[in-house]
């Protein structure tokens, strides 16, 4: 057994099975699941689990050398959009339609409990070294 980190048994082998250029969506319970990507529901209630809190444990066990966010998200959900600016200085912003045409793209889904509008970003994955 796993002594620390992510320890949800398909979210870890799923994080383990990604490469560099993979995308990852982190959303909110609201956001509208693709076809195609492999998707790890953590939605237990309204909030729970935060976006934060799981973007954090993410970013954690992942190297991610960009993001792409819904342009909204400044005015409809400041916490979020201050939380996604402290982490990504680069963060890139679209509107939120096309956010949703690049999460097809995705190859993992993991969707939070998160109850606040636009708390969702697509993250590209990088290499350690």
Same mark, same amino acid.
């Given at each position: ?9 398909? /979210?870890?082998?799923? %994080?383990? =099975? /990604? ?6 969506? &982190? ?12 998707? &790890? ?11 934060? =809190?799981?973007? =954090? ?6 190297? &991610? ?10 005015? @409809?959900?400041?916490?979020? @959009? ?10 890139? /912003? ?11 793209? @995705?190859? %993992?889904?993991?969707?939070?409990? =998160?109850?606040?509008?636009? @708390?969702?970003? %697509? %993250? ?6």
């Amino acid at each position: 057994m796993k002594k620390h980190g992510i320890l949800n048994r398909h /979210l870890s082998g799923a %994080l383990a =099975e /990604l490469g560099h250029g993979d995308g990852v969506l &982190v959303c909110d319970a609201g956001m509208p699941i693709p076809g195609g990507p492999r998707v &790890v529901d953590l939605a237990f209630r309204a909030g729970v689990p935060s976006f934060a =809190e799981v973007l =954090e444990g993410l970013l954690d066990e992942l190297v &991610v050398e960009g993001a792409t966010a819904a342009s909204e998200v400044r005015d @409809a959900n400041p916490a979020a @959009a201050e939380l996604l600016a402290g982490h990504f200085p680069g963060l890139g /912003l679209v509107p939120h339609e096309r956010l949703k045409e690049l999460s097809a793209g @995705a190859r %993992l889904v993991v969707r939070t409990g =998160e109850a606040r509008p636009y @708390a969702n970003v %697509l %993250l590209r994955c990088g290499v350690f070294f």
